[in-house]
């Protein structure tokens, strides 16, 4: 008889080649009961699986291993929700292929899950940059390191460091999956996992994360190539997206449209739909039903500035 495994470990790759190894070492290495490991890489055109496949081959170890490789790029969130399918845990510990993880995270994870039914479980990490010397630590300024006031995270964009996430798969059965474009899963989930008062902070440091090289960091790189405004406008989309699936979140999880935190949200996406708006000329904001006159103003006034400024 085969026993369901205490947790899935799943680290997500693409483009890594210089880093796999290290994070597939950190898995193959976790010191805890066994687990299900899935390394799932999202087509990478570059020698990302093939390090994989000759770390996997080789492994003789306590836990159960699934090695697989995309036909073609899925993209971030779709490569999560294919990966949600293939872990037959309901508890699933998310990793990339640039970070390493300490050798015990897995079964401190799974503890805390265990004495606190916590639907998301977070930490702290150690930092680094790109050339391996200390980080910022930048991360400790996001919301949950300090804050856990739904109404503070309805519109915050900073919640907790994802790459220290790992998360039941309620959260997604009950709310379903992410958006289409680009959203941050993280600012998605703990917001969920929030409305639920299911959130749990571990205070070791279980992750060793690389700064500004990461898939979130190609992204961001690619975008600044891009014009001022188109940059501005990715920016503003990615934002307005995770505001309406939080919108739709509050919604199933039962909060009344007349709540504060499902006004504030409101509110808060309107003003970014006149700034996006704006873009498309003043007119479209005035024309627009879909905002009120303080968010028709607010954002012709700061979007006008803001462009002017960046002339």
């Known amino acids: 008889m085969t026993h369901e495994p205490a947790a899935s470990f799943i680290l997500l790759s693409y483009c890594q080649e210089d880093t796999i190894a290290e994070s597939v070492k950190s898995l193959l290495n976790q010191n805890c009961e066994a687990i299900e490991i899935i390394i799932s890489d999202d087509a990478s055109p570059d020698g990302t699986f093939e390090k994989i496949k000759q770390l996997v081959d080789t492994y003789s170890g306590p836990h159960r291993i699934l090695a697989r490789r995309n036909e073609t790029n899925m993209g971030v969130n779709r490569h999560i929700e294919h990966a949600i399918d293939l872990a037959t845990a309901d508890l699933m510990i998310w990793t990339a292929g640039d970070d390493r993880n300490s050798p015990n995270r897995a079964q401190r994870v799974i503890d805390s899950h265990r004495k606190t039914g916590a639907k998301l479980l977070y930490s702290d990490a150690e930092t680094v940059g790109p050339q391996g010397e200390p980080g910022e ?175």
């Open 137 to 311: 630590d930048a991360y400790r300024r996001a919301l949950f390191y300090k804050d856990f006031r739904t109404e503070d995270a309805a519109t915050a964009f900073s919640l907790y460091l994802g790459a220290t996430a790992a998360w039941h798969k309620d959260l997604y059965r009950k709310y379903g999956g992410f958006p289409k474009d680009r959203a941050y899963e993280d600012l998605i989930l703990g917001f969920r996992a929030l409305l639920e008062d299911g959130l749990h902070y571990i205070p070791e440091k279980l992750v060793i994360y690389k700064e500004d090289v990461g898939i979130s960091a190609q992204l961001t790189k690619k975008i600044s190539t891009l014009s001022n405004q188109d940059r501005r406008t990715r920016m503003l989309k990615g934002q307005l997206a995770v505001l309406e699936q939080r919108l739709t979140d509050a919604r199933i999880f039962g909060l009344a449209e007349n709540s504060p935190v499902v006004r504030k949200m409101t509110q808060a996406a309107g003003k970014i739909g006149a700034r996006l708006d704006f873009y498309d000329g003043i007119s479209a904001v005035l024309a627009s039903q879909d905002y009120g006159w303080g968010a028709k103003l607010q954002g012709i006034a700061s979007e006008g500035m803001r462009r002017l400024r960046n002339r």
